[in-house]
């Protein structure tokens, strides 16, 4: 249900609704009659399920006979309240709580804007709410689904006679991290780095795939797949448009690099989850030397490589 209703199913339920009788109570100098019939005392069973405005609520909506059955239980509101919930269905759970929040908005507008809402515009509000309330859920739901698609996402092998170069940049301290594997998937050579320089992020992931391409030409690897979870610096390598800030130079750099060695060989955008052999060590580079050369599966990676 809408978390305002659950939040005020729980606040009835706790007796922790500042109704006159409450208030009364508490040393509040106020009348105790109920704001909405002016006939009887305003605690919440009164106003929630005796009074004759919601009981029509009710009635229009046909929980009146499940309702009235336990409210004459003469038990306290907050029993009353799970009695109430036992013989409801999921549905109707729902529907009474958003019932009661709106019975309460009803009262509060009447004594502090003196608005009258009529017993159908309660019905018709709350029947609005959830209907919009739900469509939002099932809506966040297929984004779910489509998400959940993405996150399954899943680092694969290279073709045969090609390297895969995956890289990482984190904010916080500069790391950047290469990992360099085989078309068996294995690791074949791993380099992180840190440092403290002053660089937005998407300089900072055009610095590691620099760093890459330039690492990868030294240890004479050719046929690489450069794979980084930076859309936007993935985009501008493969433009023809020239970037005049930092960002561009460093990305011309790539590209003159890349073109003066790599045959068969491309820059590829891939998301987080599957880069996430690079993203793991590029967090773990504050813990070693400056600049780390691996040749063997690390602790951090284990359980996912």
């Known amino acids: 249900m809408p978390p305002k209703a659950k939040t005020f199913l729980w606040r009835s ?5 500042p109704t006159r009788i409450q208030l009364k109570d508490r040393g509040v100098n106020c009348t105790k009659t109920c704001a909405l019939c002016e006939n009887e005392d305003e605690d919440g069973m009164h ?11 009710w009635q229009q909506l046909g929980l ?25 269905d999921p549905s109707e759970r729902v529907t009474l709580a958003c019932v009661m929040w709106y019975i309460w908005k009803q009262r509060n507008e009447f004594i502090w804007r003196n608005e009258v809402m009529t017993s159908v515009a309660v019905r018709d509000r709350c029947l609005n709410l959830l ?13 779910g689904v489509h998400q959940h698609r993405i996150d399954n996402t ?23 991290e290469i990992c360099i594997r085989n078309d068996h998937g294995r690791l074949v050579k791993a380099i992180t780095s840190w440092s403290a320089p002053v660089l ?51 990305i011309r750099e790539c590209r003159n690099t890349f073109s003066s060695f790599f045959t068969n ?23 070693y030397a400056s600049i780390h050369y691996f040749t063997v599966l690390r602790d951090c990676i284990q359980d996912i490589y």
């Open 47 to 57: 106003l929630f399920f005796y009074c004759k405005k919601s009981r029509q609520c």
């Open 13 to 17: 339920c706790r007796n922790a609704l």
């Open 131 to 143: 209907t919009s309330w739900k469509n939002v859920q099932e809506s966040r739901n297929r984004a």
């Open 64 to 88: 009146w006979s499940q309702i009235q059955q336990k409210a004459q239980l003469n038990l306290s509101f907050g029993v009353t309240m799970f009695e109430i919930l036992q013989v409801l």
């Open 265 to 287: 060989s491309r820059v590829e955008f891939i998301r987080r989850q599957a880069n996430e052999v690079a993203h793991r060590l590029a967090r773990a580079v504050i813990f």
């Open 154 to 176: 899943v680092w694969r092998k290279p073709d045969e006679g090609h390297f895969k170069c995956n890289v990482d940049f984190v904010f916080n301290w500069v790391g950047i």
């Open 200 to 250: 937005d992020v998407s300089e900072g992931e055009a610095l590691s795939l620099l760093y890459a391409i330039r690492w990868a030409k030294e240890q004479n690897f050719n046929k690489v797949i450069f794979e980084l979870d930076s859309k936007r610096v993935v985009d501008s390598f493969h433009s023809t448009r020239n970037d005049v800030f930092d960002l561009g130079a460093i």
